[in-house]
């Protein structure tokens, strides 16, 4: 199987990698869409965060933004999902501690990021394993270019929710990329006047 592999700072190139096999529990996708996200660049640059840290190490597989559909599982209870269009959650929690118990895996110190933390390959590569707990089916008329962007779409939503807009409310959207476009839509769609700010 070929995926996009980073080995260090500005490097990084296609390679041949192992082939995802599903445990019970988990899933294997065949990647239609993948963003690129600015983590992922920081990855690629080197300065991000997780590499001081040592949440992450070279090399790394990116892509968290991701939609395909289910081509292997593995158990037989799994089989609902079988050529099933998917995307799924970015953080994979432990299921144990008191954060995920309540719903917050997000927040797991133990936590898995699919291809940014503790090693789990993302899906910048022709397919991807991940666990059916993280999975989200695509409804029919979501085109592959709109379940790639659930993730950072939900990354906006929160925000907005966050910011408690009303109609007629002013926001200034600092950043014209993927998630402030996003912030800027959904706030629109809200009623509130929006203003973006960001380099031409």
Not at 51 to 77: M, N, T
Not at 108 to 127: K, S
Request: glycine share 14%.
């Amino acid at each position: 199987m070929r995926a996009f592999v980073i080995t260090g700072p500005g490097v990084g190139a296609v390679a041949d990698v192992p082939e995802p096999v599903a445990e019970p529990g988990q899933v294997v996708v065949e990647v239609d869409r993948v963003g690129v996200c600015g983590t992922d660049m920081e990855f690629y640059r080197g300065d991000m965060a997780y590499l001081r840290s040592g949440d992450a190490a070279f090399p790394v597989r990116i892509g968290h933004e991701w939609c395909g559909r289910v081509s292997q599982v593995g158990a037989e209870r799994d089989a609902e999902w079988l050529g099933r269009r998917v995307t799924g959650d970015t953080m994979l929690g432990c299921h144990a501690c008191a954060r995920c118990l309540d719903g917050r895996q997000h927040l797991c110190e133990e936590r898995y990021e699919i291809g940014i933390r503790h090693g789990w390959p993302g899906a910048l590569a022709e397919r991807l394993m991940v666990p059916t707990s993280s999975l989200v089916a695509l409804p029919n008329d979501v085109d592959s270019v709109l379940g790639a962007l659930v993730e950072p779409g939900g990354n906006a939503l929160r925000a907005v929710r966050g910011a408690n807009l009303l109609s007629g409310d002013s926001l200034l959207v600092i950043g014209a990329g993927t998630i402030g476009l996003l912030v800027a839509q959904i706030a629109q769609a809200k009623g509130a006047e929006v203003h973006v700010m960001g380099r031409s």
